[in-house]
Nanobody, 124 residues
Framework: QLQLVESGGGLVQPGGSLRLSCAASGFTLDYYAIGWFRQAPGKEREGVSC????????YYADSVKGRFTISRDNAKNTVYLQMNSLKPEDTAVYYCAADPGGIATMKESWYDYWGQGTQVTVSS
């Protein structure tokens, strides 16, 4: 069974950091582009960052550029999202997703596999 599992969310103060992990089971992540998306209460889901399958191309939403870093460890079959300088507006459920097309894109329709999400709350 193909499965993505996010972890690493939690409660953090403004200015703090968290590292989210996206682990795969049942398939090998290095054949997929991986995206991180988030959904805040009352808002639509939005793309945060993504990384391509092979050449390591990355994309960041303007709202997180310079603060978040996406990376992949193919040996561990895991993709990470390092989040620094967190702000209250970063509060959301964060999802990772896998795109067999392999190209870094924020088009949700390209992603076939989704995790169940991990809650990130930024509050003092």
């Amino acid at each position: 069974q193909l499965q993505l599992v996010e972890s690493g969310g939690g409660l953090v103060q403004p200015g703090g950091s968290l590292r989210l992990s996206c682990a795969a089971s049942g398939f090998t992540l290095d054949y997929y582009a991986i995206g991180w998306f988030r959904q805040a209460p009352g808002k639509e889901r939005e793309g945060v960052s993504c990384i391509s399958r092979s050449d390591g191309n990355t994309y960041y939403a303007d709202s997180v550029k310079g603060r978040f870093t996406i990376s992949r460890d193919n040996a561990k079959n895991t993709v990470y999202l390092q989040m620094n300088s967190l702000k209250p507006e970063d509060t959301a459920v964060y999802y990772c997703a896998a795109d067999p097309g392999g190209i870094a894109t924020m088009k949700e329709s390209w992603y076939d596999y989704w995790g169940q999400g991990t809650q990130v709350t930024v509050s003092s």
